[in-house]
């Protein structure tokens, strides 16, 4: 099993900045891509933004600019710093990570249980 916990959601003044961190723990071998999303109400899941072992990131275009997501491999960590917060980016975020049980054998997607953030003066 691989358990996923978000931490750093709040809430914020427009134009303020948060720093959302996701450690993953339990039985695994590497994690593959990590990244975040988020889930408005009334709204679907929606990708914010992810990061591969390789380093390769990818970004929604509501957010490139103001987020950057960046990971600690050796802590099996994955952050995201947001700056420039708008009231739209309130949501539910929720992190997400490719888990490989073994070297060869992928062990399935995991998700952590959402943090709140919420953008509001």
């Known amino acids: 099993q691989v358990q996923l916990v978000e931490s750093g959601g709040g809430l914020v003044q427009p134009g303020g900045s948060l720093r959302l961190s996701c450690a993953a723990s339990g039985s695994f071998f590497s994690i593959n891509t990590m990244g975040w999303y988020r889930q408005a109400p009334e709204k679907e899941r929606e990708l914010v933004a992810t990061v591969a072992t390789t380093g390769t990131i990818n970004y929604a275009d509501s957010v490139k600019g103001r987020f950057t997501i960046s990971r600690d491999n050796a802590k099996n960590t994955v952050y995201l710093q947001m700056n420039s917060l708008k009231p739209e980016d309130t949501a539910v975020y929720y992190c997400?990570?490719?888990?490989?049980?073994?070297?060869?054998?992928?062990?399935?997607?995991?998700w952590g249980q959402g943090t709140q953030v919420t953008v509001s003066s």
């Open positions: 997400n990570a490719d888990v490989f049980i073994s070297r060869w054998r992928y062990g399935g997607e995991y």
